[in-house]
């Protein structure tokens, strides 16, 4: 079965430095999401890519986060700098299209702590 | 804007008898409605989903959901329990954004559910 891959699984890294994740969707799905979920909430969407063009990024925030899908298909999200506030999980998901009833797939995540 | 609220923070269910983890929403039009479970530091997986049609909506390992349209709820239902059912329950609403395309789905909070022998 296929799988939305994430990597690294783990990240810790220190208040101020930089940091990136990396999504690799499940072949064939042109929509690819970011959400960040905080401990003992629900994930929260940071950007939403149509193929290669941002299509919401609306709760991103852009003074230090960025994402990219240069090609429209693997995907990387960058913080920086990183600040104690940004330890979350970070989820990658993906869709085949941006369809309502399209079924968004979830990669195992990606555990930042900043200290 | 679209919401969604699960009341229990956690539900607690003797293996065999049947659980029930709630759900309500909130949406200007018609909602199109998600649960998910989520591991112990892993990603969430999909359990079901209501677009349209029958109530009653049947998913992954056993699981269902009814839509009540007059109560704005979503219930996720198991006939019988499993120790290996523990674990974390999302539910969540599409937003569709008119504009631009997005489609973002909204979370709830999440149900700790924990089945004991």
């Known amino acids: 079965e296929a799988e939305v891959a994430q990597s690294p699984r783990y990240k810790i890294t220190e208040k101020s430095q930089a940091v990136a994740f990396w999504c690799d969707p499940i072949?064939?799905?042109?929509?690819l999401y970011w959400y960040r979920q905080i401990l003992g909430q629900g994930p929260e969407l940071l950007v939403q890519?149509?193929?290669?063009?941002?299509?919401?990024d609306s709760q991103l925030p852009k003074d230090r986060f960025s994402a990219e899908r240069l090609k429209g298909v693997d995907s990387t999200l960058k913080i920086q700098p990183a600040e104690l506030g940004d330890s979350a999980m970070y989820l990658c998901a993906s869709s085949f299209s941006s369809g309502r009833s399209d079924t968004q797939y979830f990669g195992p995540g990606t555990r930042l702590t900043v200290l | 804007a679209q919401s969604v609220a699960q009341p229990e923070d956690q539900v607690n269910v003797a293996e065999g008898n049947p659980l029930t983890v709630k759900c309500t929403y909130s949406?200007?039009?018609?909602?199109?409605l998600f649960w998910y479970v989520q591991y112990p530091n892993r990603g969430l997986q999909f359990l079901l989903k209501y677009i349209t049609g029958d109530n009653l909506v049947k998913g992954s390992y056993g699981f269902e959901a009814e839509f009540n349209k007059s109560q704005t709820s979503f219930h996720l239902k198991k006939p019988s329990a499993l120790v290996s059912d523990s674990a974390l329950y999302f539910c969540a609403v599409r937003d569709f954004i008119l504009t631009g395309g997005g489609n973002k789905l909204t979370f709830g909070t999440g149900t700790q559910l924990k089945v004991e022998l």
């Open positions: 949406v200007s039009g018609n909602p199109y």
């Open positions: 890519f149509q193929d290669e063009s941002v299509v919401d």
């Open positions: 072949s064939g799905h042109a929509t």
